[in-house]
Each structure stands twice: as C-alpha cells, then as structure tokens.
C-alpha cells in the first residue's frame, strides 16, 4: 500500500492574506518532510488533516462571526482538534479565539479552549503607541514552558513580529508559555496539551518564526 502523506491545513475563512503563511508553511514542511500543506475552508479537508493552523487578521468579532458563516467549518476544526487530538496552531486572532472571551467592540465568544479574555493593550507609559506593531524580545515564562516541543531551540531574547492591539490574558499561568514586555507583560505564545497559539505572525518572524513552525510540523503531542 502506498504511504500516506501528513496533510497540514491553513483555514481559509477571508480573514487575512494567507500568502506569506503558506509559503512559509511550505517551506518548512520541505525542509522537515512534514509533507503537504494545504489553504481550504472544505470541513471534509479539515477532518482530514493531520494538523490544523487557524490565522486570523482583523478584530476578534469579525473573525469569529466570518469564521461561522463557513457551515460547518468551524465544527469540523473543534472535532479535529478537542476530540481527535490532532494538532493545533492558531496565529494572531486565530490565537485569540482560542480565549473564553474577546472584549473587542463587543463581547464576543471564544471557542474557550484555554480559559482566559482577550483585553485592549494598556501600557503603563501612555505615550507607547496602540497598536503595538513591530519587533519585540520574546521572554520564555519557565523552564517548563521553555521545554514545549514547539519552542525547542528558541530562547528568551530571540525576536517576533506582531500587529495587534488587544491581548490574551489566560487564566491558568501555566498556560502562557511566553510573553513580551511593552511597558507590562502581553502574552505572545499559549498552550495547552495540543494546542498552541502564538500573538505574533511566525511567517514574518524570520528564523524564530520559522523554528517554530518546524517545531510544530514535527510536534506529536
């Protein structure tokens, strides 16, 4: 019998420019031999693949509202990822779903799958622009979350690229596995048994962000 090929899924649901993910995705998939990579919104693609990454670019209300309207879609990602198991990577609001709750606009359900609310960013210092856009130092929270599989090689002062406005406040600590400090701590990288979600966009992160996605196209939690 031929050998199955992994298939990892990047959700299409118009919510952002999936271009730059897909080629990075591709990248290392071919570098790792994590075989193929997928763009979809077919729910019969997503129950099918091996792993399941979920971008998102915009405000929270919206993605989630856009994310329903694809019939079954999102169905198909939560029987994937909380019955089946497989793996998991949301990316920026993609990440923020994930929350129990965003209070963008208006207050608005997550899918609840780490507890927590996704918040306006407030630095102490009102002079720090909103958003926070740019380069940022990632700082590991633990030896335990430095241990992730998915962070394996990447270190506290090594460099993210985010876009974004409104964080991820978890409430259990334990599952923020990094932050970055923007005159106070926003959350950057979640986790929690096959789930990950990183605040900042990994594809345009350069090596850091590259490591991680190989890390998640070998990850077997």
Known sequence: MPLTVPLTVLVDYDSGNLHSAEKAFQRMALETGAGDILVTSRPEDVARADRIVLPG??????CRRALGEYGGLFEA???????????????????????????????????????????????????????HMGWNDLVID?????????????????????????????ANPAERLAHVDYDGDITAIIGAANMVGTQFHPEKSQATGLRIIANFLRWAP
Request: charged residues 20%; proline residues 7%.
């Open 57 to 62: 670019d915009g405000a929270f209300p919206a």
């Open 142 to 170: 633990s030896t335990d979350a430095g241990a992730h599989p998915v962070l394996n090689g990447v270190a506290t002062g090594d460099h993210a690229y985010f876009v974004h406005s409104y964080a991820f406040r978890v």
């Open 77 to 131: 990602i939560e029987d994937a990822v909380r019955t089946k198991g497989r793996p998991f990577m949301g990316i920026c609001v993609g990440m923020q779903m994930m929350a129990t709750w965003g209070r963008e606009y208006t207050d608005t359900r997550g899918f609840d799958w780490i507890g927590g609310e996704v918040t306006r960013i407030t630095p102490a210092n009102p002079a720090l622009k909103v958003p």
